[in-house]
């Protein structure tokens, strides 16, 4: 089935450094990428939507300058988060909708910790 | 998209059937009833979806009530490793937002 590889798996930083996550389409091609946040013992949370050559769209609260979204080909989205901060720290993860009748694949997730 | 709400936890011993209801009853003609499963600090995984008709796969079974404003996500022989949170979401197949609700977390105990 499709595949979206989702890179690093894990990172720790220090406050105030930038953290860039990738999320590759490995046998398809994904013109749209949902990227959402995991705190400890909670449901997953929709940041933003991103679409291949066009801005993405963040859901509400979240601050478009802080997680910079770019989804500049049809097989890679980046989500990088600025000037992280200890309460950043949580389970980021990718989505994409697929077409082999699986709805939506996603990545196995980053867990980034702010020190 | 229609909200669903689903049991908050449930046990379920090895070997034997995991039931997990799901109720959507706000849901419309042109929503599927979508599975997924989370496994600790992983990404979610699909299972399995439908729209009107009973579904079956290798992983699971889905039945739907006729008025589609419930269902049953059926793991016919538990193991382990289906300890996860599992998620019913009703969706359209426009490929729009996926909102994951708070899930029904499942162990398995041997």
């Known amino acids: 089935g499709a595949v979206v590889s989702q890179h690093p798996s894990r990172v720790i930083c220090k406050s105030g450094t930038s953290v860039k996550i990738e999320c590759r389409s490995l046998d398809f091609q994904a013109t749209t990428m949902f990227w959402y946040r995991q705190f400890p013992k909670q449901s997953l949370m929709l940041m933003a939507t991103?679409?291949?050559?066009?801005?993405?769209?963040?859901e509400q609260g979240v601050e478009k300058d802080k997680f910079l979204i770019n989804h500049a080909s049809l097989t890679l989205s980046t989500l990088t988060v600025t000037s992280a901060h200890p309460e950043d720290s949580s389970f980021y993860i990718c989505s994409a909708p697929v077409s082999d009748g699986h709805g939506y694949t996603f990545g196995s997730g980053t867990r980034l910790t702010v020190v | 998209d229609a909200k669903t709400t689903q049991p908050t936890s449930m046990d379920c011993a090895e070997g034997r059937a995991a039931n997990l209801p799901c109720n959507h009853s706000t849901i419309s003609g042109n929503e599927y009833v979508y599975w997924y499963r989370q496994i600790h600090s992983q990404g979610p995984q699909y299972i399995i979806h439908?729209?009107?008709n009973n579904e079956t796969n290798e992983m699971a079974s889905l039945i739907i009530t006729e008025d589609r404003k419930s269902s049953t996500l059926i793991l016919p022989h538990a193991t382990l490793r289906d300890t996860a949170v599992y998620y019913c979401?009703?969706?359209?197949?426009?490929?729009?937002?996926?909102?994951f609700g708070a899930g029904t977390q499942v162990v398995v105990t041997p």
């Open positions: 991103s679409n291949e050559g066009s801005k993405a769209t963040y």
């Open positions: 979401i009703v969706q359209t197949d426009s490929w729009g937002k996926l909102q």
């Open positions: 439908g729209l009107k």
